[in-house]
């Protein structure tokens, strides 16, 4: 089943319960600095050997989510209220269910 987050403004917890439930997902938000539409394909999964050997200097606050983007390789803070759609990365590569 599809189900994915698209459009109002999205809580911190909310964004994290979702990209928990999904694994991997495609975040679409909007740069702070550019304004510019943009988007990352991220995870909240850190227990991975390869994302535990990357380093990280970015800590997250009470206003942003911590993230690994496996499209840039880095960690990434983004902020819930700048998202804006959230779709699971099984949907688009058509295997759901298979985690």
């Known amino acids: 089943m599809l189900n994915y987050y698209k459009g109002a403004k999205v809580k911190k917890q909310e964004l994290a319960k979702l990209v928990h439930e999904y694994g991997d997902a495609i975040i679409t938000y909007r740069s702070e600095q550019s304004r510019k539409?943009?988007?990352?394909?991220?995870?909240?999964?850190?227990?991975?050997?390869?994302?535990?050997k990357k380093k990280n200097?970015?800590?997250?606050?009470?206003?942003t989510l911590l993230f690994f983007c496996w499209d840039t390789d880095s960690y990434r803070l983004l902020r819930p209220s700048n998202v804006s759609s959230v779709i699971p990365l099984s949907s688009v590569l058509k295997n759901e269910g298979r985690r």
């Open 37 to 52: 539409l943009k988007y990352n394909v991220c995870t909240l999964d850190f227990s991975t050997p390869y994302i535990q």
């Open 57 to 63: 200097r970015a800590k997250e606050t009470s206003e």
